[in-house]
């Protein structure tokens, strides 16, 4: 598939996938790849009957084969009317449920109105729900206090881990004890505070978060208890040739985004003073702070990052952050800590092979551990999402992969 250039500029097709019939794709790839099932559940291998082919117009009305069909599509998605699909079947789909006749969808509303309106579940709001809202601090204390709302709570875990990330090509995070005394400075009972309290974070020490099918193995490279040693990090701090402490700049988003947020930015800020270490913050606008952080011309060399992965397996967790084969010289970057080792990528390689999932998932988090050795990351906390439905919803699953509402099953009173 090296020379293809896709359907519309090469009439001949791709051979690496066959079509024996109507009902069967086969894919023959060039190296082994265990987790190729999980890619192929990817939105982008939804097949396209070739006579209902649009292109760029194809998702106004996209061919479904499953139980709801798009009726209309407006302005890219802003709103989305579905309906049911006559031709789909539950005899041949125990998986999806298709409950409620239409579903409605709108986006781009700020998050706080979409909070508010679930939480007043007026008129049509009563029979709502919301895909990617979760409740922060400030909501959460008001539906904590109110029995009604509560009820109507969702929590779950989505396998994301937020960070501090180090460039090491920037002193003097070159060196791995200033790395390392960080990793002993760092409060997470203030970070997790920071973050809205213990319902909504979790303090993380892996990078992998703890969930079996990632290969979750418990391990802290650096143990300094929940709140931090400063004695341990003024030590190494004096071994690399910093007695007298150091001045950083640690760089942030300005948005609202619990990872990267200048509460949690305070909240280190305040824990590495207690071990000499001084930090000035620099507070970017959220577009600013993604066109910075993420590109190898102007990385920072300590910044405040995130990272989840697109199924539930340890390799997108891993490999796109430490994998040396995935920098990215002229595009967005993830590996910001350069990281090219030979065992790491050699290591990476031989689990993706592996098609006994959980083989690679121990095998996944053993590399965890190894990686986590170098300091070139400090785990902070793994998200806990809370999520708010309206009063006339039921049949509430939170999925335990995406941990948020499983829209295939929500139904309504």
Do not use: M
């Not at 999980?38 to 097949?47: E, G, V």
């Not at 070739?50 to 998605?77: L, Q």
């Not at 193995?217 to 709140?227: E, I, K, Q």
Request: glycine share 8%.
């Amino acid at each position: 598939a090296a020379d293809y250039q896709g359907p519309y500029k090469d009439k001949k097709g791709l051979s690496a996938i066959e079509t024996p019939d109507e009902r069967t794709i086969v894919f023959h790839l060039n190296k082994p790849e265990g987790e190729f099932p999980f890619l192929a559940t990817q939105t982008q291998f939804a097949p396209v009957p070739k006579a209902k082919d649009t292109g760029t117009k194809y998702e106004e009305h996209p061919v479904s084969s499953g139980p709801y069909e798009v009726v209309k599509n407006e302005n890219d998605g802003e709103h989305v009317l579905l309906k049911r699909n006559p031709n789909w079947s539950a005899a041949t789909d125990d998986q999806r449920k298709a409950y409620p006749d239409t579903i409605d969808v709108r986006s781009g509303l700020d998050s706080s109105v979409i909070d508010q309106r679930l939480s007043a579940s007026q008129g049509a709001d009563a029979a709502a729900v919301t895909t990617d809202t979760n409740l922060g601090p400030a909501e959460l204390a008001k539906v904590t206090g109110d029995k009604e709302l509560a009820a109507r709570v969702g929590t779950g875990h989505f396998g994301y881990t937020n960070y501090i990330a180090f460039n090491p090509t920037v002193k003097p995070f070159d060196n791995p004890k200033v790395r390392e005394a960080i990793a002993y400075a760092v409060d997470r009972s203030s970070v997790v505070n920071a973050a809205g309290g213990s319902a909504l974070a979790e303090p993380a020490t892996t990078f992998l978060p703890n969930q079996k099918s990632f290969g979750y193995t418990p391990y802290d490279p650096f143990p300094a208890g929940a709140s931090g040693n400063p004695a341990k990090a003024k030590e190494l701090l004096a071994q690399a040739g910093y007695k007298n402490g150091l001045t950083v700049t640690l760089t942030h988003s300005n948005a609202k985004d619990f990872a990267t947020s200048p509460e949690i930015a305070t909240a280190l800020q305040d824990a590495l003073k207690k071990a000499g270490i001084t930090v000035r913050l620099q507070g970017l606008e959220d577009n600013d702070y993604r066109d910075t952080v993420h590109s190898v011309k102007t990385e920072p060399g300590f910044f405040l990052a995130g990272w989840g992965a697109d199924w539930p397996s340890g390799g997108p967790f891993l490999a796109p952050i430490f994998d040396g084969r995935q920098i990215v010289k002229d595009g967005a970057n993830f590996n910001a800590s350069k990281l090219n080792d030979k065992s790491v990528n050699d290591e990476i390689d031989s689990i993706n092979k592996l098609t006994d999932l959980d083989a690679a998932a121990k095998r996944w988090g053993a590399l965890d551990q190894k990686i986590g050795g170098k300091a070139l990351v400090v785990p902070l906390f793994h998200p806990v999402y809370k999520r708010l439905v309206g009063k006339d919803i039921r049949n509430v699953v939170i999925s335990d992969w995406t941990g948020v509402l499983d829209i295939s099953q929500v139904a309504v009173k």
